[in-house]
Nanobody, 128 residues
Framework: QVQLVESGGGLVQPGGSLRLSCTAS????????IGWFRQAPGKEREGVAC????????FYADSVKGRFTISRDNAENTVYLQMNSLQPEDTGVYYC?????????????????????WGQGTQVTVSS
């Protein structure tokens, strides 16, 4: 069965940290670019961070640059999103997606239509 599963979400105070995981089963993440997206209540889903399949190059949305880090562990078939200095505006459901054929990392972070697989999402709430 092919699926992506996100985990690691939760409730954290402003300034805190969380590490999200995106684990694949039924296929190898090594051959896919991976994007993390989030959707806040009443807002559209937005790209947060993406990592390529070829050379692990990365792209970050301006809102998270310097605070979030995306990385992959192909042996674990998992991609991580380390989130530091979290703020209330980071609250939302975080999704990961896997894209096999893509042009650039920036493009797939800004356009979510071409992804092959999506996870079910994990809730992140930043609140005091």
């Amino acid at each position: 069965q092919v699926q992506l599963v996100e985990s690691g979400g939760g409730l954290v105070q402003p300034g805190g940290s969380l590490r999200l995981s995106c684990t694949a089963s039924g296929f190898s993440l090594a051959y896919y670019a991976i994007g993390w997206f989030r959707q806040a209540p009443g807002k559209e889903r937005e790209g947060v961070a993406c990592i390529s399949s070829s050379d692990d190059s990365t792209f970050y949305a301006d809102s998270v640059k310097g605070r979030f880090t995306i990385s992959r562990d192909n042996a674990e078939n998992t991609v991580y999103l380390q989130m530091n200095s979290l703020q209330p505006e980071d609250t939302g459901v975080y999704y990961c997606g896997a894209d096999y054929f893509y042009s650039t990392i920036q493009y797939i972070c800004e356009h979510q239509g071409g992804y092959d697989y999506w996870g079910q999402g994990t809730q992140v709430t930043v609140s005091s």
